[in-house]
Nanobody
């Protein structure tokens, strides 16, 4: 059984920073590409950033590029999302997801990920 557990969400003022983490257990972490998604109130779940198995290729959505950075530590079975220059529109529940089907591609559709965490709330106030 693969489990993903997010942590590190919280509340911050606009312009601030947060780092969310996701620890994976139950199977070899390095066999998964990882992604971060978010769902804001009243909106669909959207792709935020993804990273391949080895961590040497990353892709971010236009809305966060230059502000958010995804990284992973395969020795710690953990993927991170460093969020800087946060805006009120970044307020959402953030989810990590694992994809074993690709070694190099970064999938951006939620249905292409097999396993999901429970989500962590990030709230940015103006």
């Amino acid at each position: 059984q693969v489990q993903l557990v997010e942590s590190g969400g919280g509340s911050v003022q606009a312009g601030g920073s947060l780092r969310v983490s996701c620890t994976v257990s139950g199977r070899t972490f390095s066999s998964y590409a990882m992604g971060w998604f978010r769902r804001a109130p009243g909106k669909e779940r959207e792709f935020v950033a993804g990273i391949n198995r080895s961590g040497d290729y990353r892709y971010s959505a236009d809305s966060v590029r230059g502000r958010f950075t995804i990284s992973r530590d395969n020795a710690k079975n953990t993927v991170y999302l460093q969020m800087n220059s946060l805006k009120p529109e970044d307020t959402a529940v953030y989810y990590c997801a694992a994809d074993s089907t690709t070694a190099w591609l970064i999938h951006r559709i939620p249905g292409q990920y097999e396993y999901w965490g429970q989500g962590t709330q990030v709230t940015v106030s103006s």
